[in-house]
């Protein structure tokens, strides 16, 4: 029986590698649909928690996911030999930077060697992963045809398509937002669109995964440049002693020809600060600068310089030193509402306000610690103590925070993300960017 037989009478095996915020709701997005899923990941905890039925991805309820444990349609793993029973395989694993800001695709790899040992004839293998254009074809394809001695486009198949996953978008998840896709030959591609088509409302097909590795890297790139323009446009105004994001609302009134961003203390989560870089070190390799995407890299891997700068100059202001300040800073997840702290530019904030010499806290009740470089950091408990901090610096802008009353007890507020726009009165001791 075909694969795209077996989608369509829902016995066909899918398994998913890599339970985090793409691999999870994905896998659970399977299963809903009746599509037997097997997810694995290397994190035996992770593996225990799905098998409980209990979900730590904000995305994904317990209470939606522990039906299709408890009937068995989804199965996590540590084990790669369920690979032998799956009819699809989808590899949703991290690719972060190294050091050098260069891509790491060793996650990629690890899980393609890993999958490889038990993969069989006739199977699907879809790279969800980020990287570069050209990955999937020159290296993922090599690796699996060598392992198995088989044919990519003939004797199994494969595929990119790019995760759009947006933690803590309540309009758009995996069933409504379109999916790309891209077969190394058309049979692939056939084969990818009639197993998204099964879960996911809308697919788009395109021509090679090439292309599909390169929509995702544009996608994110437009974010990132667009970003790096607004922030950019917070220094000069911050400059003129303008409001930045005043002048940013008024130019979104134009009905045409104007997309409102909106600057913030730096960029964080999976995507936007990394993928961009993708593309900048395939291009370098082809002795090409990407131009816009470096430029823009740089000015916002220094907007939490400017976050601290605005710190000393409110500090200043009250003729007081930042070395000894007691400074709280408010939210480090990298958006509003989530907890998911990867990349996020409030860590940064807090480590330089440190290295200056103020005594640091943080409060954020999505994120009741986390750990950085094999160091663990508590939230305080609550704000009952914010009078007795000289500032209160707001790095995400989480709803459940009442900015009036922020605004009322502290003595001094750095507002990076403009949660402070409808408090009235007095606003002399509120900074902006």
């Known amino acids: ?219 994110n790139t437009f974010r990132a440049v667009n970003i790096g323009l607004v922030n950019e446009v917070a220094l000069m105004c911050s400059k003129l002693g303008l409001n930045v994001f005043e002048v940013i609302d008024a130019a979104a009134t134009k009905p045409f020809g104007f997309m409102p961003f909106y600057p913030g203390p730096g960029l964080g989560g999976h995507c936007i600060p990394i993928d961009p870089l993708y593309l900048s070190w395939k291009l370098r390799t082809m002795n090409y600068q990407a131009r816009f995407i470096e430029l823009a890299d740089a000015i916002n891997t220094a907007m939490p310089a400017h976050v601290v700068q605005r710190c000393q100059d409110a500090l200043n202001d009250q003729r007081k030193a930042m070395k000894g300040s007691k400074i709280l800073v408010l939210g480090v997840a990298y958006k509003r509402d989530i907890d998911d702290y990867r990349e996020s530019p409030a860590l940064t904030v807090l480590d330089l306000l440190e290295a200056k010499g103020a005594h640091v806290e943080y409060f954020d009740p999505h994120v009741p610690s986390y750990r950085e470089e094999g160091h663990t950091r508590n939230s305080i408990d609550n704000l009952s103590k914010l009078e007795s901090y000289d500032l209160a610096v707001i790095t995400t802008d989480h709803r459940v925070f009442d900015y009036a009353d922020i605004c009322k007890r502290a003595p001094l507020v750095v507002d990076t993300r403009n949660a402070t726009k409808l408090i009235t009165g007095d606003r002399s001791h509120i900074f902006t960017l």
């Open 1 to 219: 029986m075909s694969l795209e037989s077996k989608i369509q009478d829902r016995s066909a095996v899918i398994a998913v590698v890599g339970l985090g915020y793409v691999g999870l709701p994905l896998a659970v997005r399977c299963a809903g649909v009746g599509l037997r899923t097997l997810g694995i990941d290397i994190q035996q905890a992770r593996v225990d928690r799905v098998n409980a039925g209990i979900s730590d991805i904000g995305d994904v309820p317990s209470e939606i996911m522990a039906p299709l444990v408890k009937a068995g349609t989804l199965t996590a793993h540590t084990s790669f030999e369920v690979i032998k029973q799956a009819d699809a395989v989808v590899i949703c694993v991290p690719t972060p930077l190294s050091k050098t800001r260069d891509p790491d695709n060793s996650y990629i790899i690890k899980a393609t060697e890993a999958v490889m040992k038990f993969m069989k004839p006739g199977q699907l293998f879809v790279l969800e992963s980020t990287t570069y254009p050209g990955f999937t074809r020159e290296v993922m394809v090599p690796m699996l045809e060598q392992a198995s001695g088989l044919k990519a486009g003939t004797e199994f198949h494969v595929a990119f398509s790019p995760e759009r996953i947006d933690p803590g978008n309540e309009k758009y998840g995996v069933r409504n937002t379109t999916k790309i896709v891209g077969g190394i030959t058309p049979a692939c591609s056939s084969a990818v669109h009639a197993l998204y088509s099964s879960f996911i409302d809308n697919v788009r097909m395109v021509s090679s995964p090439d292309c599909a590795e390169m929509v995702k890297l544009l996608e």
